[in-house]
């Protein structure tokens, strides 16, 4: 039997116990590279057999029994139930047909319009791949298709068949750093695409990685990556804010995946003061640059912000879920980033616990799942049953976490971070 909370995401299990509906926001997966191949046009077999002879996999994570992790269906399933997971979104993980090294992040210029149009198929491929890895569990699965930016003609007309052929997870946007050629964001080049997802109800997913410039090989370069990554990410919505995006197309969703949660109140009170100076500051710079702009908007970045934008967040921390109220407890779902390195499998458990304990139910109920199915239209009644047997139980959750108690390999996730860290 269930007994629902507010949002459906509470069950009672055969004891009488209460657990949660845990969906995971952020996980990852794709292909074995030679899986690939049958879901490319037959035009394209004998250029990826060639490509696929000399191509050597840089990602210790996507090989042997570790990267078996990303298409391995029966393994994933038992991985997460095991984790308490009922269900999760699917942002891409492996190396697509004919592209240098993962899609996820910014990648090095195609020499040719010939590169650009094999890393199209390439992509195309993962998406018909993703659409049969979804169906093998019918309903507990949303992934996310990938597009180019590079032909908005072809990616809308890629959406509109992903959406006939079922996928959950909305559409991948993908960042445009500095040097690669590509309109910014906030141009109208991208029109269509934005009035497609409107029109469609597809929500747009914005993940960290492919917005910043390409990595070098330093050490240095590695760590200002690190520090940098997600400041690029969070750009997308100034740039939809600027470009009017948001005003034009009121029904929009857009999603913030694994950048973090504490940047989010600042920001959002940086951009509604600078906007409120374009408007009326006495004829400051601000006022003259800035007045038109401003002029077009009939709400604050603030409220732009609670009607159209949701955070995928990853190992969140106790100190992020204190500001949970700011960023909007409607607006923040869960995220394991399972099979990533910095997941929190195989502790998500514990990792829920040191997040959320001393949250009110309703609250926790939203964010661990409620958020995510409403989103991205999990049903709720239908994974239930499933989340009866495996899901945390409400009355654990509500116990602080013994730190005592965590394996040393728990500290790999940022979701067991000391409390200082607030970024």
């Not at 299990?13 to 657990?19: M, S």
């Not at 908005?152 to 991948?172: D, F, N, P």
């Not at 779902?333 to 997040?355: C, N, Q, R, T, V």
Request: negative net charge; glycine residues 8%; aromatic residues 10%.
């Amino acid at each position: 039997m269930t007994d629902t909370t507010r949002d459906g995401s509470v069950v009672v299990d055969d004891q009488g116990d209460e657990r949660y509906i845990v969906i995971s926001s952020d996980c990852h997966g794709g292909a074995n590279v030679p899986d690939y191949r049958p879901y490319l046009e037959s035009r394209w077999l004998d250029d990826f057999d060639a490509w696929a002879a000399t191509y050597e996999m840089p990602y210790e994570d996507l090989l042997g029994d570790l990267g078996a992790r990303n298409w391995d269906s029966d393994r994933r399933r038992r991985d997460l139930e095991a984790d308490g997971q009922v269900a999760e979104v699917i942002f891409p993980n492996t190396v697509p047909p004919f592209f240098p090294k993962v899609s996820l992040s910014a990648q090095p210029p195609a020499v040719t319009t010939a590169d650009k149009d094999q890393r199209w198929a390439g992509l195309q491929a993962h998406n018909r791949w993703l659409v049969d890895f979804c169906n093998d569990t019918p309903g507990r699965r949303a992934g996310v298709l990938q597009i180019t930016l590079h032909d908005i003609e072809a990616s809308v007309a890629e959406i509109r068949w992903a959406h006939e052929a079922g996928l959950m997870g909305g559409v991948l946007l993908p960042g445009t750093p500095p040097g690669i050629g590509l309109p910014q964001l906030y141009e109208e080049h991208y029109e269509p695409l934005f009035a497609v997802c409107a029109e469609l109800g597809v929500p747009l997913n914005h993940h960290t990685g492919s917005a910043a410039p390409p990595m070098g090989t330093t050490d240095r370069d590695a760590v200002v990556f690190l520090l940098e990554v997600s400041w690029w990410a969070h750009r997308a919505f100034t740039h939809l804010i600027v470009s009017g995006v948001f005003e034009r197309y009121p029904e929009l969703q857009l999603v913030f995946t694994e950048q973090g949660t504490a940047w989010v109140p600042e920001e959002l009170d940086r951009l509604d003061l600078f906007l409120g100076r374009m408007r009326d500051a006495g004829g400051s710079q601000e006022q003259v640059w800035g007045k038109a702009i401003a002029d077009s908007m009939s709400l604050l970045p603030s409220e732009y912000w609670a009607r159209q934008c949701h955070l995928g967040a990853s190992f969140i921390r106790p100190v992020e879920v204190g500001l949970r109220h700011r960023v909007g407890v409607d607006r923040i779902m869960w995220g394991s980033d399972y099979p990533h390195k910095e997941s929190s499998h195989p502790f998500s458990l514990e990792a829920i616990k040191a997040a959320f304990a001393g949250v009110p139910r309703d609250e926790v109920a939203l964010m661990l799942g409620g958020n995510a199915a409403a989103l991205y239209g999990f049903d709720l009644d239908a994974l239930a049953p499933l989340a009866a047997e495996i899901g945390p139980r409400v009355a654990d959750v509500a116990e602080s976490l013994d730190r005592n108690t965590l394996p040393v390999a728990a500290y790999k996730c940022p979701a067991f971070a000391p409390e200082y860290a607030t970024t």
